[in-house]
């Protein structure tokens, strides 16, 4: 008999996470990908938020700020666990 590695499986929300046609492409790269990848998810955030204060003015701005503060709790919440 011989012994075979058998390659470890992702858990299956980052699997279905991966699945999303254009946001697990972004994901998996910067999962997997070069330190920089980040960087450009940031930046591309950005820019898509500034078009968003461009094209519908201060509900552009506002409203993508309120759906982060869950974010920003969660984030803090780590940040005082470790």
Same mark, same amino acid.
Request: hydrophobic share 60%.
């Given at each position: 008999?011989? !012994? &075979?590695?058998?390659? %470890? %499986?992702?858990?299956?929300?980052?699997?279905?996470? #991966?699945?999303?046609?254009?946001?697990? %492409?972004? !994901?998996?790269?910067?999962?997997?990908?070069?330190?920089?990848?980040?960087?450009?998810?940031?930046?591309? #955030?950005?820019?898509? *938020?500034?078009?968003?204060?461009?094209? #519908?003015?201060?509900?552009?701005?506002?409203?993508?700020?309120? !759906?982060?503060?869950?974010? &920003? *709790? &969660?984030?803090?919440?780590?940040? !005082?666990?470790?």
């Amino acid at each position: 008999m011989t !012994a &075979i590695d058998m390659p %470890r %499986r992702d858990p299956i929300l980052r699997r279905i996470l #991966f699945a999303v046609p254009i946001l697990g %492409r972004m !994901a998996r790269e910067i999962a997997e990908g070069d330190d920089e990848n980040i960087l450009y998810a940031v930046l591309a #955030f950005v820019s898509l *938020w500034g078009c968003a204060i461009l094209i #519908f003015g201060l509900p552009g701005l506002y409203i993508p700020a309120l !759906a982060l503060v869950p974010v &920003i *709790w &969660i984030v803090l919440i780590a940040m !005082a666990g470790i």
